[in-house]
């Protein structure tokens, strides 16, 4: 199955000895069978069918229900975040008119 290879190495000549593999012997023949060599049948392979999703009025329910959930929360995470950036926008415009009063009063020299 697996040889391992002898790497081939040069003489101080500088020829280089080829590496010799073993070969197999063609003299052996088969040996005969009394049997038929044709392939067996594939069975052909049986469709599954998936049964369809029903739902039952509970289980309806209980999937609005969820997916309502969903949505509000995601929309209140949403306006959170919405909320806080204009929160932060605003704070910063009044640091800088703030900012900008203390400037103009020290170059005024109130």
Same mark, same amino acid.
């Given at each position: 199955?697996?040889? /391992?290879?002898? #790497?081939?190495?040069?003489? !101080?000549?500088?020829?280089? @000895? %080829?590496?010799? &593999?073993? =070969? ?18 594939? /069975?052909?392979? #049986?469709?599954?069918?998936? !049964?369809?999703?029903?739902? @039952? %009025?509970?289980? &309806?329910? =209980? ?35 703030? &900012? ?11």
């Amino acid at each position: 199955m697996l040889r /391992p290879r002898i #790497p081939v190495n040069p003489l !101080p000549t500088g020829i280089v @000895t %080829p590496l010799v &593999l073993p =070969t197999t012997p063609t003299d052996i023949e088969p040996a005969a069978c009394h049997h038929d060599h044709t392939p067996a049948p594939v /069975p052909a392979a #049986p469709r599954v069918q998936v !049964p369809a999703v029903r739902l @039952t %009025p509970s289980g &309806l329910v =209980t999937l609005v229900a969820g997916g309502a959930g969903l949505v509000l929360i995601v929309g209140t995470v949403l306006v959170s975040m919405l909320l806080a950036v204009a929160i932060t926008g605003a704070s910063i415009a009044v640091v800088a008119v703030v &900012l900008r009063l203390l400037v103009r009063d020290m170059q005024k020299g109130r």
